[in-house]
T-cell receptor, first 114, second 114 residues
Framework: GESVGLHLPTLSVQEGDNSIINCAYS??????FIWYKQESGKGPQFIID?????DKRQGQRVTVLLNKTVKHLSLQIAATQPGDSAVYFCAENMGRNAGNMLTFGGGTRLMVKP | DSGVTQTPKHLITATGQRVTLRCSPR?????VYWYQQSLDQGLQFLIQYYNGEERAKGNILERFSAQQFPDLHSELNLSSLELGDSALYFC?????????????FGNGTRLTVT
C-alpha cells in the first residue's frame, strides 16, 4: 500500500536518464543532511549523507550537493533505473541541542518510465 | 533490512481506544526515535529516547507517551484515539553517539482508527 500523501511533487524520468531531486532546508544552523528513499509499504531507507563542511559527496550512482548560501540540497541519481521509483526525502539534523532529531522535507515522488 | 523491528505491522481500532506500538532498535543502537507519517503532514518527529531517558520531544500530543526499557526496546502508547491519529508510525534508531549519524527506520506500524 501507499506510504505517503497524494500531493507530492513528482519527477518523471526515462530509464537510463539522470535524475535531479531538489530540496530547500529551513535552518541555517543545521550541520548534517541526509537523503532517504521510501518505497511503498516500507520505512525510509538511508541513501547518502553530507556534513555542512562539504559541498559535494558521491556514492554509488548518487551524488549529493549542498549549497549553504541558499540553503539548498540536491540528490543526483545517475542512469536512473525502475527500481529507483520511490519517494525521496531530504532531512536536516537540527543539532545536538535538539537531540539530533531530523526534520524532513515534504518529499518528491520519482517515477521511472521503462 | 534496516535491523529495526516494529510490531504490529497493522492495527485497526476504534475511536477512544488505546494502543501500544513496539520497536526494537538495531543491535548496539542506544537512541530510539518515533515519527508519525500522515497523508497531509509528511514525517513528523514525535519523541526521542537515549539509553532509557527522554532526550528530545517534538510535536507529540499529550495523549501520546513513550518509554524505552532497559533492553533498549521502546513502546509508543497512543490513548483516547481520534480519527486523525490514523497514520504510519515509524521507529528509528541510531548509534552512540547519535551526532551526525543517519537514523535507520523500521517498516512502520499502520494505525487505522475507525
Amino acid at each position: 500500500g501507499e506510504s505517503v500523501g497524494l500531493h507530492l511533487p513528482t519527477l518523471s524520468v526515462q530509464e537510463g536518464d539522470n535524475s535531479i531531486i531538489n530540496c530547500a532546508y529551513s535552518n541555517s544552523a543545521s550541520d548534517y543532511f541526509i537523503w532517504y528513499k521510501q518505497e511503498s509499504g516500507k520505512g525510509p531507507q538511508f541513501i547518502i549523507d553530507i556534513r555542512s563542511n562539504m559541498d559535494k559527496r558521491q556514492g554509488q550512482r548518487v551524488t549529493v550537493l549542498l549549497n549553504k548560501t541558499v540553503k539548498h540540497l540536491s540528490l543526483q541519481i545517475a542512469a536512473t533505473q525502475p527500481g529507483d521509483s520511490a519517494v525521496y526525502f531530504c532531512a536536516e539534523n537540527m543539532g545536538r541541542n535538539a537531540g539530533n532529531m531530523l526534520t524532513f522535507g515534504g518529499g518528491t515522488r520519482l517515477m521511472v518510465k521503462p | 533490512d534496516s535491523g529495526v523491528t516494529q510490531t504490529p505491522k497493522h492495527l485497526i481500532t476504534a475511536t477512544g481506544q488505546r494502543v501500544t506500538l513496539r520497536c526494537s532498535p538495531r543491535s548496539g543502537d542506544l537512541s530510539v526515535y518515533w515519527y508519525q507519517q500522515s497523508l497531509d503532514q509528511g514525517l513528523q518527529f514525535l519523541i526521542q529516547y537515549y539509553n532509557g531517558e527522554e532526550r528530545a520531544k517534538g510535536n507529540i500530543l499529550e495523549r501520546f507517551s513513550a518509554q524505552q526499557f532497559p533492553d533498549l526496546h521502546s513502546e509508543l502508547n497512543l490513548s483516547s484515539l481520534e480519527l486523525g491519529d490514523s497514520a504510519l508510525y515509524f521507529c528509528a534508531s541510531s548509534p552512540d553517539p547519535p551526532d551526525n549519524s543517519p537514523l535507520h527506520f523500521g517498516n512502520g506500524t499502520r494505525l487505522t482508527v475507525t
